[in-house]
């Protein structure tokens, strides 16, 4: 049974403007088939994809909001069962060339951006303690950030 949708798995719904693009990302990836019926750890699924921490924290919010994947109690990555009937190449009534229909360059950008690859990249969001500058240490997006985060928590409370 999926698990049921929380705040977090909301505002990563937020945090891409198209969650198509998402999917289309999960096919061009070839996700669904990599990784089957495999339980994987943050850090294995950001070296299967050569992501950055930040775009596995957040693709993966994103994928789990959307059924895609799923937490294992041991905090494991796996594909849901759903995804694997539905998206998977192999299966016999796969959804997957109609709901690939569409892709086009904006996936291999976004996939890119995913992997650290662009040229201009965006400093991240978050990170580590004392590591590179990212846009909390900007005090006027922090404040923004945390205020629009505040009132989402508000609206779900």
Do not use: W
């Amino acid at each position: 049974m999926p698990e049921p949708l929380d705040g977090s798995s909301f505002y990563a719904l937020l945090r891409f403007e198209e969650a198509a693009l998402g999917l289309r990302a999960v096919f061009e990836l070839n996700l669904v088939e990599r990784l089957r019926n495999r339980e994987i750890t943050a850090t294995e699924l950001q070296s299967e994809f050569d992501f950055t921490q930040q775009a596995e924290r957040t693709f993966c919010a994103l994928l789990r909001a959307m059924h895609v994947l799923e937490r294992t109690p041991d905090g494991r990555y796996r594909t849901t069962e759903l995804a694997r009937k539905c998206l998977d190449s192999e299966t016999e009534f796969s959804r997957r060339p109609y709901l690939s229909m569409g892709s086009g360059p904006d996936v291999a950008e976004f996939i890119q951006q995913l992997q650290g690859k662009c040229e201009q990249a965006a400093p991240a969001l978050y990170g580590r303690e004392g590591e590179a500058d990212t846009l909390m240490d900007n005090d006027d997006v922090a404040r923004a950030v945390s205020f629009g985060l505040s009132s989402r928590a508000k609206c779900f409370a």
